[in-house]
């Protein structure tokens, strides 16, 4: 049973996700009670709600006993090569309209809800550094998926206060395996002297999911309704780059070999995204530097049976 306390309190969805985690802990400080959505198979609690986006009764039941000052769902299918693209779309835009209609049917609206959107929804744009005036042009379902999202928002805009975040990659302690630089970085935690990798020719703008989820939460506090904000470092890294970077830290290189079936025909080449929007909203936002990010990572402990 939620709390009935005074203290203002904060939804997040995928709580238990590797953005979530972080987010939480910077609207704790900010002086919220924090509930979180998690999917079956994570422990759920007094605040940890177990509840499948799909479920629209269940999911308005939830938001309902929550009452949240503040939302920001992040619950979603990322991984862009996740095989089942009807799971990716029926989570990705039926699971935010179902949380956008429970949270329009309450008594009271909230003050801010935080979507989180993509920065692949640009694709193979024409331009060097993306702005969010560059028109969407997505190249894989997961992306699509993404767009829809915000397409879909827009019916709700009226009746809620949805502000649209469109992270670029970041990374992190606890990003699950499967992601590109927790790969690279669990090869040299582990002294592999091979990895095997895709496309090695694609340039990404990494962020650190400190800044990530600081800058979620002063989108909440600023709660700039109807507009869209690009998350991102400004700086765009090539895989060349982060592996001289690792090759620092851990003390030696590692042999790269392309593996064709890790290869994406319709990779984005290259995402470089502009801040300035987002800075000029919330104020001078600090970048941890990529280096130090690694860093990070690699110093942290290999999780066990990793």
């Known amino acids: 049973m939620a709390s009935r306390s005074e203290v203002p309190r904060a939804l997040v969805t995928g709580l238990g996700g590797f953005t ?6 910077e609207l704790e400080s900010a002086g919220y009670q924090i509930f979180g959505t998690v999917h079956g198979s994570e422990p759920s609690g007094r ?25 920001a769902h992040l619950a979603a299918i990322s991984f862009v090569a996740h095989g089942d693209a009807e799971a990716i779309y ?8 179902n949380l956008l209609e429970a949270l329009a049917g309450l008594d009271q609206s909230p003050r801010a ?22 028109s969407p042009s997505p190249a894989n379902d997961y992306a699509v998926s993404k767009l829809a999202m915000e397409y879909m928002a827009h019916l709700w805009m009226e009746r809620l206060p949805i ?24 090869h040299f935690q582990r002294g592999e002297r091979v990895i095997e990798l895709g496309n090695i020719d694609v340039e990404r703008d990494f962020s650190d999911v400190r800044m990530v989820a600081c800058a979620y939460a ?12 690009n998350v991102c470092s400004g700086k765009a890294y090539s895989l060349k780059d982060v592996l001289a970077m690792m090759a620092e830290i851990a003390g030696y ?32 936002i600090e970048c941890i530097p990529l280096s130090e ?3 990070w990572m690699y110093h942290h402990a290999v999780p066990s049976g990793a």
Do not use: W
């Open 253 to 284: 290189e590692i042999e790269v070999r392309v593996n064709p079936t890790f290869v994406r025909a319709n990779d984005v080449k290259r995402l470089q995204g502009s801040a300035r929007k987002l800075e000029a909203c919330i104020g001078g």
């Open 163 to 186: 502000v649209i975040a469109r992270p670029f990659n970041y990374t992190g302690v606890g990003q699950g395996a499967q992601f590109l630089l927790p790969k690279i970085v669990g």
């Open 293 to 295: 990010t690694l860093a």
């Open 47 to 71: 605040d940890m709600l177990a509840v499948d986006l799909c479920d629209r009764e269940e999911l308005r039941r939830v938001v309902a006993e929550v009452r949240p000052h503040v939302v």
């Open 218 to 229: 002063a989108l909440l506090a600023k709660a700039p309704a109807g507009d869209v904000f």
């Open 90 to 97: 029926r989570t990705n835009v039926l699971g935010t309209r």
């Open 113 to 134: 809800v935080l979507l989180a959107s993509s920065a692949n929804i640009y694709g193979n744009a024409a331009v060097e550094v993306i702005d969010e005036s560059v």
């Open 20 to 25: 979530g985690r972080y987010l939480a802990r």
